[in-house]
């Protein structure tokens, strides 16, 4: 048999148990094996062919993922009200049982598995228009996609509230929550709005079980629907109103200072950027620059770009450092009690790196490997350097001069 016979067999035979009446563990069992089909196939294993060798009948193309997803869909109801009931209602006569407790969770963890990669199908198919998916994922079908995941986000967000009034925030189910409302949100920034301001705050705080500090994984899921809707002032609003500039510089140190592979470098610059979107509008949504953050972080930022030659990594730290030291001065920055004489002289290598070394690469005929990103970057700070440079002795002495830093007794 080959590939493509097995993988149409096992979407068929899923199809067929999730469109007839059988008892909801069978039903169960279908999407853990849709699961682990995709696993093995891919994502767009949900919109493959129908049609059996030798069959008279076949399904249509979309029945797949609109069957998959509606079977999800019913399941993270049915356990959100579950796990509900079972922490806030049942508990007060009796502590939970932990078996049935992690089964549920293991029961919801295959629904948000399923309802994660169809979200990445079709933000995969909303960036190419062209793919293969084109005459299967019609506008019919897209607009009963996005209402069915709607209405689950929603769902979602309503066990978050029940949480947050409850004072729960620790838990493997209410990252999860948050891991599957920050993929939503970061193809559809603008979905459940109202809810979301309510609710970035506490999202922002929810802890897994095996967190033992602070709240880095729900920041992280969240960072790219922070970096979007800091793009513009109302936004940045939200984004202030609910904390979080502190909560994504906090879970940006943690990722310069973590010794974890797993940590994609990419998710390093979500965080950078959703602070560069802020600090360039930090006048228009009269942000003020809390002194210990901004301190820790221009520290984090040195110690992320001292062994690196990667311009991309040096002009998005220096730039974010120039829009700091923007709002203040020399003195005022030596003064505070934990930034020293060595983070000045860190400060202001990178701040040379970035305007007389890169500054050469980037405004180069020769070069090819320029982007308009680092070239804007670049704009950023030396632009900041003229305004704050005289507010900056040792840092211009550094970067105009090319001396040693003279280190203060």
């Known amino acids: 048999m080959t590939c493509g016979e097995w993988s149409t067999c096992i979407r068929v035979g899923i199809m067929d148990v999730l469109q007839n009446r059988v008892a909801p563990a069978e039903k169960l069992q279908a999407l853990v094996l849709a699961e682990c089909a995709m696993s093995i196939a891919g994502k767009e294993w949900l919109i493959g062919s129908t049609i059996l060798p030798f069959a008279h009948n076949s399904f249509p193309d979309n029945r797949c993922i609109l069957l998959v997803l509606e079977s999800s869909r019913v399941e993270?109801?049915?356990?959100?009200?579950?796990?509900?009931?079972?922490?806030?209602?049942?508990?007060?006569?009796?502590?939970?049982?932990?078996?049935?407790?992690l089964v549920k969770l293991r029961n919801l963890g295959v629904a948000f598995s399923l309802v994660e990669m169809i979200i990445k199908l079709i933000s995969k198919f909303g960036e190419n228009e062209e793919s293969n998916s084109t005459c299967i994922l019609t506008e019919?079908?897209?607009?009963?996609?996005?209402?069915?995941?709607?209405?689950?986000?929603?769902?979602?967000?309503?066990?978050?509230?029940?949480?947050?009034?409850?004072?729960?925030?620790?838990?493997?189910?209410?990252?999860?929550?948050?891991?599957?409302?920050?993929?939503?949100?970061?193809?559809?920034?603008?979905?459940?709005e109202e809810k979301i301001k309510e609710l970035l705050g506490y999202m922002l705080c929810v802890e897994g079980e095996d967190e033992s500090s602070s709240p880095f994984q729900s920041i992280s899921f969240l960072l790219p629907v922070l970096c979007q809707i800091t793009m513009d002032k109302d936004g940045c609003e939200i984004f202030v109103s609910a904390g979080a500039f502190r909560a994504v510089v906090g879970c940006?140190?943690?990722?310069?200072?973590?010794?974890?592979?797993?940590?994609?470098?990419?998710?390093?610059?979500?965080?950078?950027?959703?602070?560069?979107?802020?600090?360039?509008?930090?006048?228009?949504?009269?942000?003020?620059?809390?002194?210990?953050?901004?301190v820790e972080l221009l520290q984090a930022l040195s110690r992320w770009?001292?062994?690196?030659?990667?311009?991309?990594?040096?002009?998005?730290?220096?730039?974010?450092?120039?829009?700091?030291l923007d709002t203040t001065c020399e003195e005022a920055l030596l003064r505070h009690p934990k930034f020293k004489p060595d983070n000045l002289i860190a400060l202001s290598q990178l701040l040379k790196r970035s305007l007389v070394t890169c500054g050469q690469e980037l405004t180069s005929d020769d070069t090819n490997t320029?982007?308009?990103?680092?070239?804007?970057?670049y704009q950023i700070v030396s632009s900041g350097y003229s305004s704050w440079a005289e507010r900056f002795p040792h840092v211009k002495l550094v970067v105009e001069g090319g001396a040693n830093f003279v280190r203060q007794s």
């Open 140 to 192: 019919s079908t897209l607009t009963k996609i996005i209402g069915g995941l709607n209405e689950t986000i929603g769902a979602v967000l309503e066990y978050l509230h029940d949480a947050k009034d409850h004072g729960d925030r620790k838990g493997n189910d209410l990252l999860a929550s948050v891991r599957i409302v920050g993929s939503y949100l970061a193809e559809a920034p603008s979905a459940c």
């Open 76 to 101: 993270i109801a049915v356990i959100l009200n579950e796990l509900a009931y079972l922490k806030y209602e049942a508990s007060k006569r009796l502590p939970p049982n932990a078996e049935i407790f």
């Open 252 to 294: 940006l140190i943690s990722l310069i200072d973590s010794s974890h592979s797993k940590i994609d470098s990419s998710t390093i610059f979500l965080a950078c950027d959703t602070i560069l979107n802020l600090l360039l509008k930090r006048e228009e949504v009269q942000f003020s620059l809390d002194n210990l953050c901004y």
């Open 305 to 324: 770009t001292e062994d690196t030659i990667d311009t991309s990594v040096i002009m998005m730290a220096s730039s974010i450092c120039s829009l700091i």
């Open 370 to 377: 320029n982007t308009n990103t680092e070239a804007d970057l």
